[in-house]
């Protein structure tokens, strides 16, 4: 009975809790959180809302360590893996994220946002090839994964390998076209090319009738140009 009653207490805390983080007020969220995790017997879902809260309070190091313990009662738990590995990225411990990424891939691996953050790591500062091979797996299961195909065709562009980015970015193009991806074109013709050829691409997409009032595509023209 006692336990019962424990986890209905934990349940109405923490729904106070998200109430307030979801007001504004992280730090009043943490205050109520703190006692439950203190009279031990806390379940992971309070670790990792007190690690959500203390993110909204800037405070990335407690955070990771909030979602540390969510995970070592229950591995399994993709969301806590995710949000471990955004703290410690915020924190600027990006080893410690990339280790972690590989700890909980066999758990996470199939969460898309895992998936990116982990393979962000891997290209940055681990195994950029098989971070790449990956991505290109990914981009031929599932071609409508559109953030997988974009990071894919950054790293084409910064290896130098243009005509592969450029087929992921005209084929993006086509199937919905966005200044972000004339963005990536501009920036992989300014490498390839000129300024001048990458110019060029925004002019053509200000130019098209959807976007003859973009401030935003026009403003990216302008800076373009002045570069």
């Known amino acids: 009975m006692a336990a019962v ?5 934990q349940e109405i805390d923490r729904f106070r809790a998200r109430l ?3 007001a504004g007020k992280p730090r009043e969220a943490a205050a109520i959180l703190q006692p439950i995790i203190a009279r031990g017997g806390a379940q992971p879902e309070i670790y990792r809302l007190q690690g959500r809260v203390l993110m909204l309070d800037n ?5 990771a360590n909030a979602f540390r313990e969510a995970l070592r009662l229950r591995p399994t738990d993709a969301p806590a893996a995710t949000d471990l590995l955004r703290a410690l990225v915020t924190a600027g411990q990006q080893q410690q994220a990339l280790l972690a990424a590989r700890e909980f891939e066999k758990f996470a691996g199939n969460d898309v946002d895992f998936f990116n953050i982990w393979m962000s790591l891997e290209a940055q500062i681990g195994d950029r090839a098989d971070a790449k091979l990956r991505r290109t797996r ?12 974009m990071s894919l065709a950054q790293l ?4 130098g390998e243009f005509e592969q980015a ?3 970015i005209e084929s993006l193009r086509k199937a919905g076209d966005s200044l972000d991806l004339v963005v990536m074109d501009a920036q992989m013709r300014a490498t390839r090319a000129t300024l ?3 110019a060029k691409v925004f002019d053509e997409f ?4 959807a976007n003859q009032n973009s401030t935003a595509a026009m403003l990216a023209s302008d800076s373009s140009c002045s570069s």
């Open 5 to 9: 009653l424990r986890d209905v207490e």
């Open 20 to 22: 307030l983080a979801a």
């Open 59 to 63: 405070r990335p190091g407690d955070a």
């Open 138 to 149: 990914v981009a031929v299961a599932l071609p409508d994964e559109r953030t997988n195909r």
């Open 156 to 159: 084409h562009i910064e290896d």
């Open 166 to 168: 450029r087929a992921i």
């Open 196 to 198: 001048a050829d990458a």
């Open 206 to 209: 200000a130019a098209l009738p």
